[in-house]
């Protein structure tokens, strides 16, 4: 997908601030943070969102598994961290390319729409 943005950060076109890489996710620093702590982890394959990606069960754990890894590594693992899917254009989607956010570092309040 030459015009999707994280198919260029997934290729190595644009810059990114890598968190972790790994064979087929990889997850970087959000360049418009909501909180201390807010990595994107994406696949490197291009899914345009949660529920197309849905169809491939192995990716899907695999990139769960990486966002649990970002907690890990981010410090934030033990003390709690908010795990954000956006889906479609009313849900805030704003790159058709799967991605959660992971974010923590802080309480976070209810509800976040």
Known sequence: ???CLFCGIAAGEIP???????????AFRDINP???????????????????L???????AELVSQVHEVA??????DSGYRVVFNTGG???QSVDHV????IGGRPMAW???
Do not use: F, W
């Open 16 to 26: 990114a601030k890598i968190v972790l890489d790994a064979a087929r996710t990889l």
């Open 72 to 77: 890990r590594a981010e410090g934030i693992a």
């Open 99 to 102: 991605h959660a956010h992971v």
């Open 1 to 3: 997908m030459p015009e």
């Open 90 to 92: 009313h849900a805030g």
């Open 54 to 60: 849905a169809a491939d069960e192995s990716l899907l």
């Open 34 to 52: 909501q909180a201390p702590t807010h990595v994107l982890v994406i696949t490197k394959a291009h899914y345009p969102n949660l529920a197309t």
């Open 111 to 113: 509800t976040p729409g």
